[in-house]
């Protein structure tokens, strides 16, 4: 029934403002960020930099080495400042996504309805809202429709709780018994309304709870790359307490002092961990969900990166997704003497150009046949559109009822005869036709429930295919990605829509199919096979969602409405359709959401996820490959070269650990290969499987041994000790420098076009010359116990940087491909 509520202007946009600036953004109260100060501190607790400071201080103060005490130290402060620094990044990168999502409301204002930010609502508001919408703020009823509310975010009650204009309300009453008013942050399932707004921001019942609400946890990703560092960290401090003991025989015979061999233990221990591997990867993905979300893709979970690089399975909406989702009324089938317009002005919710895509094209072509609304025809009753019953029934003065919806569904409960016989024959041609089509139906009665109703004719409706969604299909089928359509339309109209885009071929596996099916095999074989899923319910999808997961594939999955959501919540990725029909719950759900909603946007996140995928196994493959070849190099040297005492001195470690562990491997996290990344085929046994660590192992060892060898060849030259350990950084770091572009090669090396990425290749550039400058100039190598060396341990160290790569490819197995 309308009201008032339905004319009132709302504010002003003089008065809105005034009113943001007095009161404030209408956003929960959030805790503030760690000062720069308890972020150092932070880092400086890890029990990794704690060593390292415990070295540092013990080489400058105790043993008075000072070049080498403040070298240390120095490296310390550039580790800390580099950690905090990337914090800051990830914090400002979390900042601009939780904008990008920002919820959206539907506020009247200067008598127009618009789509704003929800933080900028503000009390005196008119906000509208209806099923899958989030409120805004803390509102007043004026006008309810069948209006059912979620508020178990609040009251913990799960069964939603009925609404209605001039209810209770006021602090004075509990809030499970306020019934005529909304609260920020609830979901509406169901009707539609219009509420008053009276508290935003910390006024709001959620804003009493904020606090709580503060927090998060890591992603899958995350967790199991902090597991495998401190996996890592444990065996490299094993390695450390090995030298250690080792080294003791020596101290025993009078050759080393058990200071300077336990500094070297502790100094191995560090050098090895890729303490920076966590922090890394969440920098690629911070810095690739900001690039993404240029694309259009917005990443809300770091950790969804790779899964949507890895996906197997694309289950597809149609409309809006497939296609544009602008309705177009092209056909329509109508009883001789039915007011067809009539009617669907009659059973229509769209005002002023806006709601339901159905609504406002049948509103669109009622005003193009010359049919307005007719005055006093008062709405007493309705039942909005839901995807179970797949109708909408409104019940007008007269009272008449008018129904709308799917044939099946609205010609079910038409008088049996000759005209609804027609109409359900009729509905084949206009499904053949690739069409939407919807019948209605009226009666003279105020039953919503009714039968026996009066058909009064089809409409066919045309959605566009997008121009981009045979592209992306066939992307899709090219990379090996299965897309599947899911879709509430009739089958003949979903099967001529997915041969349009180039969807496979297969059985078009409808809800009926499945109910006959049952809830076993015969169940999931359906499901496994179907290329296009077509008047299925939303609890389909889950059940989709789950088979698929189950017999092994990465599902992405894409919705918009409330009944999405727990297909989204359980999908590998769940995407969210950010337009004027995805709702907030939907998004909610979601770990991506899609700003303009084409399939054609999900590829473009598949693509940059699969390079993400590929940088992320390049950047571990190079740290640990690096890092267990400098423990084999020092625990094969105490063995090997007993007059150096320690092959390498602790400077030595901690400064190949800075500059390797950094700037490179930051570049590789970033790197843009050669080639259309959606060719990358994403290992699914993990990034740290067997196969990735046989590989480190072997290319760990093919560098140590090169460097091995460019020592014994400075030895055999008689060179003294600063001369063989200068030889042992340099052939080391030269070694590394060409492992990057060995662990990032698809296949070989040198393949065509291994010189793009101009990152890692400034970073290589980059890291080179420093090693080249501290090796040439004594004041620049003097606290890095580096000196220059002769012609001949350039070439030395030249020939192990070129003998790495070629090394390396010749021990790849046939046919292997994967990065690390």
């Not at 005490?69 to 990044?89: D, M, P, T, Y």
């Not at 092959?647 to 650990?657: M, R």
């Not at 492992?739 to 793009?756: I, K, M, S």
């Amino acid at each position: 029934m309308h009201t008032d509520a339905d004319t009132m202007p709302g504010l002003s946009g003089t008065e809105a403002v005034r009113l943001l600036e007095e009161h404030g953004p209408n956003e929960l109260p959030r805790s503030r960020p760690p000062t720069v100060l308890a972020r150092a501190v932070r880092q400086l607790a890890d029990p990794l930099s704690i060593l390292l400071l415990i070295a540092g201080l013990v080489t400058l103060v105790v043993l008075a080495e000072v070049p080498e005490g403040v070298a240390i130290l120095a490296i310390l402060l550039v580790n800390v400042v580099i950690g905090v620094s990337q914090e800051v990044k990830a914090d400002q990168a979390v900042h601009a996504l939780r904008t990008l999502t920002a919820p959206m409301a539907k506020v009247r204002r200067d008598g127009v309805t618009r789509r704003l930010p929800a933080a900028e609502v503000v009390p005196g508001d008119l906000v509208e809202v209806a099923a899958g919408d989030r409120v805004p703020a803390d509102a007043r009823l004026l006008r309810a429709s069948a209006l059912a509310v979620d508020e178990a975010v609040l009251t913990g009650e799960s069964q939603s709780a009925d609404k209605r204009a001039g209810g209770e309300t006021g602090p004075g009453t509990p809030l499970g018994d306020r019934d005529g008013e909304l609260f920020s942050g609830t979901l509406v399932v169901r009707g539609s309304g219009v509420a008053l707004v009276e508290r935003t921001g910390a006024e709001t019942e959620m804003g009493r709870i904020a606090g709580a609400l503060e927090g998060g946890s890591k992603g899958p990703l995350e967790a199991d790359l902090a597991q495998a560092s401190r996996r890592i960290g444990l065996l490299a401090l094993a390695a450390g307490v090995v030298m250690v003991l080792m080294g003791l025989t020596r101290v025993v015979r009078g050759e080393a002092a058990l200071l300077d061999i336990v500094l070297a233990g502790v100094a191995l221990a560090i050098a090895a961990v890729p303490e920076s591997l966590a922090a890394a990867v969440t920098t690629a993905l911070a810095l690739g969900s900001q690039r993404m979300a240029g694309l259009g893709v917005i990443v809300r979970r770091l950790s969804a990166i790779e899964a949507l690089g890895a996906t197997t399975v694309v289950a597809s909406d149609k409309t809006g997704t497939l296609t544009t989702g602008r309705l177009t009324v092209v056909d329509r089938v109508e009883v001789p003497g039915a007011d067809l317009w009539r009617a669907a002005l009659r059973c229509n919710d769209a005002r002023d150009g806006l709601g339901d895509a159905v609504d406002v094209a049948l509103r669109a072509a009622a005003e193009e046949h010359g049919v307005r609304p007719a005055a006093g025809e008062e709405r007493l009753a309705s039942r909005p559109f839901d995807a179970e019953t797949r109708s909408m029934a409104v019940v007008t003065e007269g009272p008449v009822l008018t129904v709308k919806g799917a044939p099946e569904v609205v010609l079910a409960r038409c008088v049996p005869g000759e005209r609804t016989r027609r109409l359900a024959e009729a509905v084949g041609d206009l499904t053949g036709k690739g069409l939407r089509v919807l019948a209605l139906a009226e009666g003279d009665t105020g039953d919503l429930d009714a039968g026996d109703l009066r058909p009064l004719g089809l409409v066919g409706l045309r959605d566009e295919i997008r121009p981009s969604a045979l592209r992306a299909v066939a992307d899709c089928r090219s990379a090996g990605i299965r897309v599947m359509m899911v879709t509430g339309d009739h089958g003949d109209t979903a099967r001529a829509v997915a041969d349009e885009v180039g969807i496979e071929p297969g059985p078009v596996v409808t809800g009926a199919s499945l109910d006959a099916a049952g809830d076993g095999d015969g169940r999931a074989a359906l499901l496994r096979g179907a290329t296009v899923l077509a008047r299925v319910d939303p609890s389909t999808k889950l059940d989709l969602v789950r088979t698929l997961r189950a017999h092994g594939e990465v599902v992405t999955m894409t919705g918009d409405g409330v009944n999405d959501a727990p297909a989204l919540r359980h999908a590998d990725v769940g995407v969210a359709m950010a337009g004027e029909e995805g709702t907030d719950v939907a998004r909610e759900a979601a770990a991506v959401v899609v700003t303009n909603g084409e399939l054609g946007t999900i590829v473009t996140g598949i693509r940059e996820g699969r390079r993400l995928h590929h940088n992320v196994a390049s950047m571990i493959g190079y740290l640990l490959t690096g890092n267990l070849a400098e423990i084999i190099l020092v625990l094969a040297g105490l063995v090997l070269w007993p007059e150096l005492v320690v092959p390498l001195l602790p400077v030595h470690l901690l400064w190949i650990n800075l500059a390797l562990d950094g700037i490179p491997a930051i570049a590789l996290g970033v790197d843009r290969p050669a080639g259309d990344p959606l060719a990358l085929r994403p290992r699914h046994d993990g990034l740290l499987s067997g196969t990735v660590i046989r590989r480190v192992a072997v290319r760990s060892s093919i560098v140590a041994l090169l460097v091995i060898a460019a020592v014994e060849a400075a030895r055999r030259m008689g060179w003294n000790e600063e001369q063989v350990r200068t030889q042992a950084v340099l052939a080391l770091v030269m070694a590394r420098l060409t492992l990057a572009y060995v662990v990032r090669a698809r296949r070989w090396t040198f393949e065509p076009g291994w010189w793009h990425g101009r990152a890692l290749l400034a970073a290589v550039a980059v890291t080179a010359l420093l090693q080249v400058l501290v090796t040439l100039v004594p004041a620049l190598g003097a606290p890095l116990a580096l000196v220059p060396l002769p012609a001949a341990g350039w070439g030395t160290a030249l020939a192990a940087a070129v003998l790495t790569p070629l090394l390396c490819d010749l021990a790849r197995r046939p046919g292997g491909r994967a990065p690390a």
